[in-house]
Structure formats: C-alpha cells, structure tokens
C-alpha cells in the first residue's frame, strides 16, 4: 500500500512539487468555482478559459512570459465583451459567444504560424502538472490569497448576486462592479491555473467540483469546503493514476473530478427516489348493503 499511494510522491520531487501545485489550484477554483456554479457564470468562465489562448501562444512566439500572455488575453477578453455589452442591444451570452470565438480563431491563427509549435500548443492546453516550478507555485499561493481575501471582504454582495441581482441592487450595492470584481476572479483562477491543467481543462477544476459542493451544500461555505476537498482528493488521485498508469496529469485530474460529480448526482438521486413518498391508496366509497338501514 505504501509502494501504491506514498512512495510515488516520497521517491519524486517532480511529483510533490506537482501535487503542491495542482492542491493550491484545487483551491483556488474551489473558492471561484463556488460562485461560478451559483451565480451561472460557467459558460463566461469556459470562453475566459479559452479566451488566453491566443495572449498565450503569441507570448511563448515571443520568449516572454506565459503568465503575460494569459493576462493580456484575459484582459481583453473581459474588456471586449462589457464594452460590447454597454455599448450595443447584444444580450452578455451574445458578446461572450462572439469573443470565445474570436479568440478562439486568433489563437489557432497564431499558432499556425510556426512549424515548432505543437509541444508548447499542447502544453498551453493540457497543461504540465508535473512541469510545475517553485516560482510558479509562489504566484499560485499569491494568487490564492488573493481570491480568498476578495471572497472575504465581497461575501455579502456575492451571496446576493447569487440569489438575484435585483436584491443585492435594492440592498444598496453597486451590481456591475461586484459583477465585475467576481469576472476578475474568475479571470485570475484561470491565470493562476493554466499551468497546471491548461487553458481547456481549468474550466473543468472550475465547475467539476464545486457543482458536486452544491449538491450536497446549502450554504456557500459549505459548498466551497466540499469544493476544495473534492479537488485536493482527485488532484492526489489524478497525479497517482497518471503515475501508475502513464496518463496525462492535468487531465486525470479533470476526469475524476467530473466522475465525482457525475457518481455523487447518481447516488444522491437513488437515495431521493428511494425515500419519495409512497403513491396513496385509490379512494374507495363504501355502498351499504341493500338490506341495511342507514341509522
């Protein structure tokens, strides 16, 4: 047993470090990924996701930073669709869609115009958990504080605009700014998570687990916490079946959360239709017989 679940990550520090890295981004998107499945932002967060994918192709075409290249895309990303939005009678989902595509397409588009891409194409998309350094781990922990303090100090309005926007209006807070503060978490999980899962799998540690918290969870701290387990949980799974088995890190990782979600909405299901209430008897009248008198 010690072979199987321990002496992969003491034998390996490749595998710690990866372990240390897919935990903090486990966390980070459980914290996000909370409000993201609450408040219905999931289909925002996946275009946000695929939405760095062209800041980050021309970044490494260019020998800078990929953490550079995901925020300018991200930036852009965000920028395009509430101008377009304000400025314009499209509905949000239209601007989001038009963008995810856009961006989408120039990603492509740039990549397509170098021959030695298709190793670095595969790490932007899939990740490379196990290719994770102590200086990226670093700009994880920041980032996870960073998300967590803002969850801290946003939770009234936050709460609100998951029940309805025109409450947390009427209760005196500004919408469109805690709308836009709670994108810009969401842009920053993906940042701060790409390198581990890459940019078509975050979406994935984004909503996987925390849509199994909401099953199970009636407050959003205790959405987030069931989150966060059930992320730490199949990040240390994922790497393992990935070493065993000689599998894709990131994407292991994204499999079992969504086996989690999909095994735990099965269970939760039997266990409701087992305890449905039972059909009522069909009404009978009773007739009395021709020879009796009715007092």
């Known amino acids: 047993m010690y072979n199987l679940l321990i002496a992969p990550f003491a034998d390996n520090e490749f595998l710690r470090d990866a372990l240390l890295g897919g935990v903090l981004a486990a966390l980070i998107c459980a914290v996000v990924g909370t409000f993201v499945v609450l408040r219905g932002l999931a289909f925002i967060a996946d ?5 760095v994918l062209p800041g980050l192709a021309a970044a490494l075409l260019l020998g800078l930073s990929p953490l550079i290249g995901a925020a300018a895309g991200t930036v852009v990303m965000m920028a395009g669709v509430q101008v377009l939005t304000r400025r314009s009678r499209l509905m949000s989902d239209t601007a989001i869609g038009l963008f995810f595509a856009g961006m989408l397409a120039l990603g492509v588009m740039i990549t397509s115009r170098s021959d030695s891409f298709t190793g670095d194409l595969t790490r932007v998309l899939f990740g490379e958990l196990l290719g994770i350094d102590r200086q990226e781990i670093l ?17 009234r309005p936050f709460l609100l605009l998951c ?44 909503v996987a687990p925390a849509a199994t918290g909401s099953l199970f969870g009636r407050r959003i701290s205790t959405v987030m916490v069931i989150a966060a387990v059930v992320g730490v949980g199949c990040v240390y799974a994922g790497l393992l079946l990935s070493y065993h088995a000689d599998l894709a890190a990131g994407a292991c990782v994204v499999m079992l959360a969504v086996s989690v979600f999909l095994v735990a909405f099965a269970v939760m299901e039997v266990v409701r239709w087992r305890h449905r209430p039972a059909p009522l008897p069909p009404h009978t009248h009773s007739h009395p017989h021709p020879g009796e008198v009715a007092a």
């Open 163 to 206: 029940v309805d926007p025109d409450v947390a209006a009427t209760s005196g807070f500004r919408v469109r700014l805690y709308e836009s503060v709670l994108l810009g978490m969401v842009a920053l999980a993906v940042i701060s998570c790409f390198q581990a899962v890459g940019s078509l799998l975050v979406f994935g540690l984004l």
């Open 47 to 51: 275009a946000l996701a695929h939405g």
């Open 139 to 155: 700009w994880q922990s920041v980032a996870l504080a960073a998300v967590a303090g803002i969850a801290w100090l946003c939770r």
